[in-house]
Structure formats: C-alpha cells, structure tokens
C-alpha cells in the first residue's frame, strides 16, 4: 500500500522526464527502496516502461477521467511504500482549464510536484521559470529541481546560483550524455514489449546509472508527501492476474466472470486499473495472444481485444486462422466481444497498411480502415452508448489514433463529444454480440457508477 507520492513534471515534451523517472525508479529499486510506478494521463506507453523499471504493474491516473475518490484509492493501491508518478507533456498542459494535467492531478492527490528543465538553451532564466511556477501553485507544491543536459559546470554554477536565490532546492543535475533516448515511433516511443530482456534492461540500468551518480536520491525521496486516504486496498497485481479482494470504487464494473484479453505487442494497451478492478471484483482474466495464433477461452463469456499496434504485424495476424477462428465462433455463439482502437480495427474486414497493401481481418464487423493518408485523431472523449451495451454509460476516454476509416456500415456504438462538449457525431459499430470503437475507455462519468454485468 503506498502511503507518500510525488510527481515527475517537465516544461513540455521532450524535456527528460521519462528518462529521469525511469532512472529514479530503476535507482531505488536497486537500493532496495520500496515504490510503485504511476502515469498522469491515459498513456499506455509510457507505463509499459514504467512497469519495466519499477517491476510491478505501473498505474495511470487521469484527473480528467477519474473522480477523486477513484484517484485516491487507485494511488493507495499500489504495493509500494512511495507512488512516483510522471507527469504528462507541460506540466499545466491538459483539455480545457488544465484538466487531466499533471498539476491537475498533483493537486487532486496533494502530492508535491519535482520539475525536470532541459537547459540546453538557457541558463539563469530557467531558475526564474521555475520560481514564477511554483508562485502560481500552493506553497510547497514546488518540492525541487532536476535540470537535464547541464553543458558544464560552469552552465551548472549559473543555474544554480539562481535557483538558491529563488529559494528552489536543486535536486539533481544530469549532463548531456548520448545513448539514453528511447526509440520513437508514430503514436510516441516504442513499447517495452517491442525489446528483448536484455536491451531494455540496458536501457533502464544505464537511466539509473546516471540518476544515481547525479541526483539526490535520499532528498527525493524525503520529498514525497502523504496520500489521501483511501478505502480498503490490496496489493498491485501481475498478469495474469491473480483473484484478489474487492476493489471500492471500481472505474467500471466486469462485464462477465470469465474474461478473455488479447495480451501481446499487436494488443498491449489494456489499462491496468481496468483489469485489475474487474479481477478483483471476481472476474477470472484469461490472457491470450493472437500473435502467436491462441484463441480466446472456449469458456470466457466476454472478450476483450485492446487497442495497440497491429499495423506492425498484419500478414501474421491475417493468416493466424486459429485466433480469427476463435473469434468468429464466438460471436456465432453469441459471446459478447469488444475491440478498442487497434482490436476495433482488427474486427473489421480488413486493414490496408501505409504501403497501400491490405490484409483481411475478422470480418465481424463491416469496417474498413487504413493507414495510407494518416491523419492524427487526439483527444479526450465524452461518450454514451446509443443502445443497451456491455456497461451503463456515459463514459470518459480518449482517442488517438493515425487511422482513417475507408468504409463503414452498420449500427452505430456511442454518441461522442469532446473535452469541451463539442459534438463529435456517433463512433463505432456493434454488430450482434460484437461491438468496437477507435475510443479508449478509462472510467465511466456517472457517479453511482451503475452497470449490468453479463455473464
């Protein structure tokens, strides 16, 4: 159970914050530290990393999406003593009015907030950056400093000098070093999943090398503050999950007892606190991966294919008959499945690639998409369903995805608006017993959080 936390931030993208958290957490690790790794914000990425360098599951926590009281239980569920989350872009970026920011959930949790500043084209008005921020937060929100790519230790003296003025605790200070960037790719970096064991611990233990060599670690870790008390809590989970108490307030209710979840780098981006929730709420998760060609569960009574990147591997996953055969049986037995984003994709009829190539798909639903011509769809999502489904509405989510949709048909899933209430139409198709969206699920909006569960 963690009881203090504090929060990882940067300027904007790009300034170190993902290194730097991953550093701390490998760092402490070592150490013998007991922590817990979270994520401001619906990335899944990110916490693939996260989870990598903490060694258990890391937790995304999205002020936008989760009440309060759903944010201060799912921080208190986490098996380590101390919750350190990073952040999210700039530290006040977020939908209108700073929602889902990482300021907005730092405040939400009460927690203290280390900013991460690139200083590579800057000296002295980086400390004056860093004092005009914390001058618009509550006091002490501000815990300190860690400045990335420090030329010398003359450009180190200048910044800091400033920083003591400002009353601002430096509490690290990282030198430009080649070989830390992580690999990107077209929705962010590249998954964990995508490195073999032995290159991604590389990776992470040459972070920590250079956390700890530069870095107080004893000061960032006094620096954590307490949690707000949550309800009853149990340990953070791996998969496959494991039975585990119930959960009080749950994101969403399990929508069946047996669960079967696409789990593999084409199918990655389930959230955690979801599957965690549903289990320890008495659902069974049955991991399946249809890379490897495995059908769902001929027991499960739900379905689950999460988003991910099936782009990269569609003349596998086109010609592994055992798995699209499994879902075609399901759905002739009336199983309920449902697909985000990359499993909406993969139950349509088929996917044409960035080359212009198509491959078939599961045909379950009359959808055809396509990566040529790609065109960034981003953005938080209030969204409803139209019919009955597998959980009472509405919803907060979000979308992002480089896909367009070439051709569709059908019944509609959702009525979807924006962070700002904007109507965004109606997204997604249901079909008989299988249903999909490019939208990602991360709680449901209402409060008595009311749902049927099938099974």
């Known amino acids: 159970m963690a009881s203090k936390g504090l929060m990882i931030a940067g300027l904007a993208s790009g300034s ?14 070592r150490r013998g530290v007991s922590i817990a790794a979270g994520k401001t914000g619906p990335d899944y990425i990110d916490s693939g990393f996260l989870s990598a360098a903490a060694g258990r599951k890391a937790v995304n926590l999205d002020q936008f999406a989760m009440s309060k009281p759903l944010l201060a239980h799912l921080a208190a569920d986490q098996a380590g003593d101390t919750l350190i989350i990073e952040g999210v872009m700039g530290l006040f970026d977020g939908a209108s009015g700073n929602a889902g920011s990482s300021a907005a959930l730092a405040e939400a949790l009460d927690i203290p907030v280390i900013l991460v500043m690139d200083i590579r084209h800057t000296a002295q008005t980086a400390a004056m950056i860093a004092a005009g921020i914390a001058s618009l937060l509550p006091a002490g929100r501000i815990a300190g400093v860690i400045l990335n790519h420090v030329a010398s230790p003359r450009h180190l003296a200048l910044v800091s000098e400033a920083l003591a003025a400002y009353e601002i605790p430096l509490l690290g200070s990282v030198p430009s070093r080649d070989g830390l960037a992580v690999p990107s790719r077209h929705l962010g970096l590249v998954q964990a999943a995508d490195f073999d064991n032995a290159g991604l611990e590389m ?11 530069y870095c107080d670690l004893d000061a960032i870790l006094e620096a954590a503050q307490r949690l707000p008390a949550a309800g009853k809590t149990v340990a953070a989970l791996p998969l496959p999950l494991t039975n585990a108490p119930a959960m009080n307030p749950p994101a969403m ?13 084409a199918f990655g981006f389930a959230y955690h606190h979801l599957l965690a929730g549903w289990q320890q709420q008495g659902a069974e998760i049955r991991p399946f991966s249809p890379l490897n060609d495995e059908k769902p569960a001929d027991d499960a009574d739900f379905i689950f294919l999460p988003g991910g990147y099936p782009e990269l591997h569609l003349p596998t996953l086109s010609t592994n008959r055992q798995f699209l055969a ?7 037995a009336d199983i309920p499945i449902y697909g985000e984003c990359g499993g909406y994709m993969a139950l349509g009829t088929g996917i044409t690639d960035a080359s212009g190539n198509r491959f078939d798909m599961a045909g379950l639903l009359d959808v055809e998409t396509s990566f040529a011509n790609k065109k960034r769809h981003l953005g938080y999502r209030k969204f409803k369903p139209i019919e009955r489904f597998f959980w009472d509405g509405p919803f907060l989510g979000h979308e992002f995805h480089y896909t367009n949709v070439i051709s569709a048909s059908g019944t509609p899933l959702f009525t979807a608006h924006d962070a700002n209430d904007q109507p965004l139409g109606m997204a997604g198709l249901r079909k008989g017993s ?3 969206s490019y939208l990602h699920i991360i709680a449901q909006s209402s409060v008595t959080q009311s749902q049927t569960t099938q099974s």
Do not use: Q
């Open 16 to 29: 170190g914050k993902t290194t730097v958290t991953l550093g701390l957490l490998r760092a402490f690790v």
């Open 203 to 213: 990776i992470l233990d040459h972070a920590a090398d250079l956390i700890d060599e």
């Open 253 to 265: 209710n399990p929508p069946a007892k047996t669960i079967a979840v696409a789990n593999d780098a």
């Open 326 to 332: 499994g879902l075609n049986s399901a759905a002739t």
């Open 434 to 436: 299988v249903a999909g």
